[in-house]
C-alpha cells in the first residue's frame, strides 16, 4: 500500500524485454535506504516486486497485465519515473490510499498555468471516470492529488509547484500517457451498493428501504 507522496524521481537504467513482458532496471538513491529483495515499489504509480537490489538501483518485473493496462511499456532507458516505498505502518499518511493496481491510463489533453499553479486536463474511459468525483483524490502516475473538475470525458488537477518540480508530471505535456488509479473506497461503496445474485434468502433491504428508515 502507498500513499502518493513521490520520494524521489529515479531514471530508467535499461529495459529487457519478452514477447508480453519486461524487465525493468530502476536507478535511484533514495528508496534505496532500506529497500530488500521482495519489498514493493511504485514506479509511476504502478506497484512492482524488487527482485535484485544494488548500490545503484533495483530490477523489477512486469508482466502482461501491468503492460497492457499501464504506460509502462512507453519507457525507454533515461525515461524519469516516480518512486515510492510501501508505506511503514508509523509512517505520516500525507496523501490518499494508493494500492498501486492502475485501473487504467488517460492522455494529457492540455496544460495551463495559473498564477503559481499548474492545471492538467485529462482524457479518460468512462469506466475509470466513474470513480473520479470533484474534490476527490486520484493517483496520477503515483502522484496523489484532488480533483478540481469532471467533464463527460475528462478531468482536471492542479498541481503545486513543489509536485511539478519533484515529480515527472512536470515535464509531461499535451499528448503524454499517464497511469491513473481512482479511489479505492469508490470501488468497494459501489461494488457493495450493486445488485448481487444471491443463491440464499432474497435480500429485501434496499436504498428505498434504507431512505424510509433514516439512512
Not at 71 to 100: D, K, T
Not at 140 to 153: E, Q, W
Request: with cysteine; aromatic share 4%.
Amino acid at each position: 500500500m502507498f500513499t502518493g507522496i513521490v520520494e524521489e524521481v529515479g531514471a530508467v537504467r535499461s529495459i529487457r524485454r519478452g514477447s508480453h513482458s519486461a524487465q525493468l532496471s530502476i536507478g535511484a538513491s533514495v528508496v534505496l535506504s532500506d529497500l530488500k529483495i521482495g519489498d514493493s515499489v511504485a514506479v509511476n504509480g504502478v506497484c512492482l516486486t524488487a527482485t535484485e537490489v544494488d548500490a545503484g538501483g533495483f530490477t523489477a518485473d512486469v508482466m502482461h497485465e501491468t503492460l497492457d493496462r499501464s504506460a509502462l511499456g512507453g519507457l525507454c532507458p533515461g525515461s524519469p519515473v516516480n518512486l515510492e516505498r510501501a508505506m511503514s505502518a508509523g509512517g505520516r499518511f500525507g496523501g490518499h490510499i494508493v494500492s498501486g493496481h492502475i485501473d487504467g491510463v488517460g492522455t494529457i489533453l492540455a496544460t495551463r498555468r495559473d498564477d503559481s499553479a499548474l492545471w492538467y486536463t485529462i482524457k479518460s474511459t468512462p469506466n475509470l471516470l466513474r470513480y473520479v468525483v470533484e474534490k476527490g483524490s486520484v493517483a496520477i502516475d503515483g502522484v496523489s492529488l484532488t480533483v478540481a473538475r469532471v467533464g463527460l470525458d475528462h478531468f482536471s488537477v492542479s498541481l503545486i509547484p513543489h509536485t511539478a518540480a519533484v515529480t515527472v508530471l512536470g515535464k509531461k505535456g499535451m499528448g503524454d500517457m499517464v497511469n491513473l488509479e481512482a479511489d479505492l473506497i469508490g470501488k468497494y461503496v459501489e461494488k457493495l451498493l450493486a445488485p448481487r445474485e444471491e443463491t440464499g434468502p432474497e435480500s429485501h433491504i434496499t436504498l428505498e428501504f434504507l431512505q424510509e428508515n433514516g439512512f
